[in-house]
């Protein structure tokens, strides 16, 4: 994901928009502390709180302690197996000087109180860290402050560690503080603002190896997941799925082959005042093996919606066509360092296209609806609560506030759980029936109802003077827009009053100093009216950077110098580029230190067998106010007869910033990478007729475990602002691979993924 104009910098920063809640209920006041009876819910799927020993007190919304000490902090980010929780606590704690041992979270449900719930776009540490900084930093002077009086001494003489207050040889535990109450220490927003955050040298939690706090609960099989969710009375559903995504309508049903299964119960034809789901028909059983076999004996007459016959030759065709046009899309508003060139000395001109890539996460999709008490619940799995529940209560003709999604672990998400389309169906047919329905998706379903990464074309040119020396630069590219089809209030504007979809052009925008730059973002329209394109990890640079950094190369052979060495030229960290607090500190500098880095670590420049070479490609991940600096190189072997491609080691550097968590950035980078590596030589389907070609893992073949390479991955230390770390990798392994591939046969590659036939192609001199 990339930006989401100020609604980001509002959850960045909600200090600024309605500050901390006070338990107490004192309006105006930012942050105050107050004993509270209530405790937290310990029975919130997917988290770990222990069951609190007595009166708790809340000194924000983010986090509570209770009579024996435990602190429970509060997650609204999703939780997909990247252990968000852990990072995110060890934050406030570490400011809190909690004891890691008596540390819990919990993934809360959606309240207006929590502001924008989100997760993606490599957000979450970066956008929590100064929220919670601030609540324990606050958490912990209050509680020094009450300690102090309980002791009979003075703050000064007093000092917080390991979940006490501790003065001279005396101590008192956070948990007896909670006990006797008495805290009412309040903050301004002004204070908060200038509270003092421990140095670096005194962090205790951030940075270091720490248990994660949900393993036990992933491993002993407690944590609760989306498709795990039941209550009672519930009946199954499975959808029969229309042909086109948009606007089909059902003619007719005939369900007399679905009557002779045992367990079915009825359909029920979908009625969606959202549109998210036009030409559902539900097939409602008492049990889902029922749902699956009735949904497949259903028959189903639709009209067809737009796409019915459209195919991805024709969406790539049109992309094509738009992105050969000089003046078409938008124009970004880059500040250029020059005077657009007259004449050149030299041109390079490529074209760089990827096909359709399917989310493919390993829990299909499943949404779990029912009212109760004149509120409907939605009990699922979700990244992106606050954008599907203006839908939900635009489909049920009811308030958001009549509306609640209940938390749980989502078995992958990947940008799939950005888009809540899935909990829209499940939630009408409850409406509908009066009574609990759980809808799972089979594979197949999930496949022909996935919001795809669109498939792409981008042309990039670069001019240069008599010198050889880079004037000019200029990219245009087009794709399917997932902001406009799924949150188009969200579009970015230009200067000029331009709007375009900011996921599907960053990257982009990169940190060279290429002269005069021009980028256009061109909405491939046919697209938006044939598929209801998505966020995928990585979103806009997983494809974008496929084409940035394949060029770079491309320029560095026409002007007869080594990648490396180009790339560091160009990488001056000058003007635009030179970075900017708090996130960007450095600018291009920082990346150009991950590219040597990186290229020193894998030996560039070092003899490798035959038909065996290095390629390198760097990136700054999402988006340019919190860039992530990441450089690959890819070691790899290209048989000349079959065309296969064997990747045998990935090398990446990578500057985040500071690392709060090193066992989930390891993970993450781990991931990222592979992830980008399945989709360099393996994922990719195609449109015919309005759907995807392959709906399920026999024909779509993401990356197997014996293709896994060897690994090397490093992290700059560094005490800058922590960025994300879920995505930028998966943006530099391909065009590693392909300038790798370049490098060992002379074969130049430029379509993902990256087949044995089309290198062969490329051997034979037929690329584009």
């Known amino acids: ?350 074209v760089y296209t990827t096909s359709t890539v399917l989310h493919f996460q390993l829990e299909p999709l499943n949404a779990l609806a029912f009212e109760k008490d004149g509120r409907f619940e939605i009990h699922t799995g979700n990244q992106w609560q606050s954008l599907i529940l203006p839908t939900l209560a635009k489909a049920l003709g009811v308030p958001e506030t009549k509306i609640i999604l209940r938390t749980y672990m989502l078995g992958g998400g990947f940008g799939r759980r950005l888009n809540g389309d899935y909990a829209v169906p499940a939630a009408l047919a409850a409406k509908a029936l009066g009574r609990p329905v759980k809808m799972v998706l089979t594979r197949q379903d999930d496949a022909l109802f996935d919001s795809v990464r669109s498939p792409s074309v981008q042309r990039v040119r670069m001019s240069f003077d008599k010198n050889n020396a880079v004037i000019a630069m200029e990219h245009h590219a087009a794709a399917g827009w997932p902001t406009q089809m799924n949150a188009p209030a969200l579009l970015a504007k230009t200067k000029s009053g331009g709007a375009y979809d900011p996921f599907a052009i960053s990257g982009a925008d990169h940190w060279y100093e290429v002269g005069h730059q021009t980028v256009h973002a061109i909405p491939n329209d046919l697209a938006n009216t044939t598929i209801r394109s998505g966020w995928l990890r990585s979103v806009g640079p997983g494809w974008t950077n496929w084409a940035v950094e394949s060029f770079i190369d491309e320029a560095a052979l026409q002007v007869k110098s080594d990648p490396v060495a180009f790339r560091l030229k160009l990488l001056t960290g000058a003007g635009r580029n030179a970075g900017s607090a708090p996130s960007a500190i450095g600018g291009a500098l920082r990346q150009a230190e991950v590219v040597r880095r990186a290229a020193a670590r894998a030996d560039w420049g070092e003899k490798l067998p035959p038909d065996t070479a290095l390629g390198i490609a760097t990136s700054f991940g999402q988006e340019r106010d919190m860039p992530t600096w990441v450089a690959c190189v890819a070691r790899v072997h290209v048989d000349r007869k079959t065309g296969v491609v064997r990747v045998e080691k990935l090398t990446l550097v990578t500057d985040a910033g500071t690392i709060v968590d090193p066992d989930g950035a390891l993970a993450q980078t781990q991931g990222a990478a592979l992830w980008g590596l399945s989709m360099a030589l393996h994922e990719g389907t195609e449109f015919v007729n309005g759907l995807v070609k392959d709906t399920n893992l026999d024909t779509y073949q993401p990356l197997r475990m014996a293709d896994v390479p060897e690994l090397d991955i490093a992290f700059v230390e560094s005490e800058h602002v922590p960025v994300g770390l879920g995505e930028p990798a998966t943006t530099v392994v391909a065009p590693a691979i392909g300038n790798a591939i370049f490098a060992a046969v002379g074969a130049r590659v430029r379509h993902l993924p990256i087949t044995p036939a089309a290198v062969l192609d490329a051997l034979a001199g037929r690329s584009a």
């Open 1 to 350: 994901m990339s930006r989401l104009a100020s609604t980001a910098e509002a959850a960045r920063n909600p200090l600024s928009r309605r500050g901390f809640l006070v338990a107490s209920g004192a309006a105006g006041i930012a942050f105050g502390f107050s004993q509270v009876l209530a405790a937290i819910d310990p029975a919130v799927p997917g988290g770990t709180p222990a069951a609190p020993t007595g009166p708790q007190f809340e000194p924000s919304i983010w986090f509570g302690i209770d009579a024996a000490g435990i602190v429970t902090v509060n997650i609204i980010r999703a939780e997909m197996g990247q252990h968000v929780g852990t990072a995110l606590a060890r934050i406030l704690a570490d400011e809190l000087e909690a004891d890691w041992d008596k540390v819990r979270i919990v993934h809360v449900d959606t309240d207006l109180k929590w502001g924008l719930m989100v997760t993606g776009g490599s957000w979450s540490v970066w956008q929590t860290f100064p929220v919670f900084s601030q609540a324990g930093a606050a958490g912990r002077i209050a509680l020094i402050e009450a300690g102090a009086k309980l002791l009979g001494t003075s703050a000064a003489n007093c000092t917080a560690r390991g979940g006490a207050v501790h003065a001279g040889g005396r101590s008192i535990s956070y948990g007896d503080i909670a006990k006797r109450g008495g805290v009412a220490r309040q903050f301004t927003p002004d204070e908060l603002k200038a509270l003092p955050i421990k140095p670096v040298k005194d962090r205790r939690l951030i940075g270091k190896q720490v248990a994660a706090l949900d393993i036990a609960t992933k491993t002993d099989g407690t944590a609760l997941y989306g498709i795990d969710a039941k209550v009672p009375n519930m009946v199954y559903a499975r959808p029969k799925l229309p042909p086109t995504r948009f606007g089909s309508k059902v003619v007719s049903v005939d369900d007399s082959k679905a009557k002779t299964v045992r367990g079915y119960l009825r359909y029920l034809i979908i009625e969606d005042p959202s549109d998210t789901v036009p030409g559902w028909v539900m097939v409602i059983a008492q049990n889902y093996p029922a749902a699956i076999r009735a949904a497949d004996l259903l028959q189903v007459t639709w009209t067809a919606g737009p796409g019915a016959t459209t195919s991805e030759k024709d969406l790539q065709a049109h992309a094509a066509d738009l992105a050969g046009k000089s003046e078409s899309g938008v124009a970004l508003d880059i500040v250029n360092t020059g005077p657009k060139p007259g004449n050149a000395a030299s041109t390079l001109e490529r």
